[in-house]
């Protein structure tokens, strides 16, 4: 799905409406760290006077007091405290676990008062993962490297105090063991291959699989009915969890 798409679906309509709702009031300065299309920079500009949008690759966004910066998660080139409210969605589900808690000691080290997380909630990353067909190993979906719950977030940023904590959308988007194993046999067919991020081990574009043998076609049914009559017993679980931080004084 296009990024254009994507913004308007009913889905990210409703995780965006949530994320605005939780903006902190009263601050002047923003910084919007994983700023892509500069959705949210741009939604920034009716709260913020100056507003930061940082990415890997510096954003080509305009608009009245959007400042946009090339810049890493993992070490911000930013003071202490440099701003009043610090966004990440959509970001660390992203970040090596080697890398993680450097992410987040950075995100808490440049915000003043308030930290905005947006992440998926408990997502079950074997469901859409794809195989690259240049190394040979098993990639997540959408390269979601880590998966979270409340608990770990705030054990994360435990030098903050949680203001609110929101969950957003419904999904049954889960699998089991036997079914993954089935259909990483069949070359895991139905992967994210349309995603822009490559191969988490060799770095290479992920390429679309090969065409399936019987077995692996059999293998792809069965994994297919045997999750279909899995999710007949599940519960709907969300699908983002947003929280609103607010730093702590020592």
């Known amino acids: 799905m296009e990024l254009t798409d994507y913004r308007e679906s009913d889905a990210e309509k409703k995780r965006t409406d949530d994320l605005i709702r939780l903006i902190p009031k009263g601050g002047t300065t923003v ?36 400042h946009s910066v090339a810049g890493d998660v993992t070490n911000l080139n930013y003071g202490d405290k440099s701003f009043d409210l610090v966004f990440c969605a959509e970001v660390l589900e992203h970040i090596p676990q080697h890398l993680l808690e450097n992410a987040c000691n950075e995100l808490s080290r440049v915000t003043k008062d308030f930290l905005l997380i947006g992440v998926p ?38 030098n903050f105090d949680v203001v609110e904590i929101s969950l957003i959308g419904n999904s049954t988007t889960r699998t089991n063991f036997l079914s993954s194993l089935l259909m990483d046999y069949a070359g895991n067919p139905y992967g994210t291959y349309g995603q822009e991020e490559h191969c988490v081990h060799c770095n290479k574009e992920l390429r679309l699989p090969p065409t399936r043998t019987f077995l692996k076609k059999l293998a792809t049914k069965t994994a297919f009915y045997i999750t279909k009559t899995q999710q007949l017993f ?17």
């Open 31 to 66: 910084l919007d760290v994983g700023a892509r299309d500069g959705h949210f920079s741009k939604i920034f500009t009716g709260h913020f006077e100056s507003v930061t949008a940082l990415d890997l690759e510096k954003p080509t966004i305009t608009g009245k007091g959007i």
């Open 234 to 250: 599940y519960k709907k679980t969300p699908s983002w969890i947003h929280i609103l931080f607010k730093k702590r004084n020592f």
């Open 121 to 158: 909630y408990k997502q079950d990353t074997r469901v859409g993962r794809t195989t690259c067909y240049s190394c040979g190993k098993k990639n997540p979906p959408w390269g979601h490297v880590n998966s979270f719950t409340a608990k770990k977030l705030e054990n994360l940023f435990n």
